[in-house]
């Protein structure tokens, strides 16, 4: 059984494969290549299921997909679903730039990263189902992960907006965790923790 990874983003590629391949035995994660979708969702779980239908009508494929993004505060909840492109450039460091400006003389600096994580499984590709559904089977699980947006960027590891959130309960940013701390706590490795059970009673009827 075949599973597409809905992103061109190759460092969440590699995330989401050291987050499910552990847990997905028996499922062959592959990329994904295929045209972008206009992701004009209103919240995190709509933009991620539309990722994933786009790759799953594309590829045939059962395919799964996450949306996610940083909400601070005292910018009342941005830049949220609009985390990727908050520059205008979609370059990581720009985003942080902004973002780090926008905060600027701001003592409130409590925030959270947020992940939407959709499965959606063609018509007829569930080992679960009893008979051949008329529609595609589509589930979405999220996750938070709170913390606060600090004064400078720290740590090269991670990408997007890692070096400048720093996770409640600890002393350093996401970017100087190792992958293997970060995928234990962080947003993404929550929302698809949760959804992990979801595709293997779908894929594998286990």
Known sequence: MKLVIATHNAHKVEELRRIL??????????????????????????N???????????????????DSGISVDALGGAPGIHSARYAGTRDDADNRRVLLENLVGE??????????????????????????????????ETGSWPGTVLLEAAGSSGFGYDPVFRPDGGTLSAAELTANEKNAVSHRAIAFGRIIAVVRTELLGA
């Open 48 to 66: 991620a299921l539309i990722k994933a239908r786009a790759a799953s009508a594309h590829t045939g494929l059962p395919a799964i997909a996450d």
């Open 21 to 46: 391949a552990p847990q997905l035995s028996g499922i062959e994660l592959v990329g994904y290549d295929g045209p972008e979708p206009v992701e004009d969702g209103l919240t995190f779980a709509d």
């Open 107 to 140: 003592t409130d600096r409590t925030a959270h990263f947020e992940c939407a994580a959709a499965l959606v499984v063609p018509a007829g590709a569930s080992s679960s189902a009893l008979s051949v559904p008329a529609e595609p089977f589509e589930h979405v």
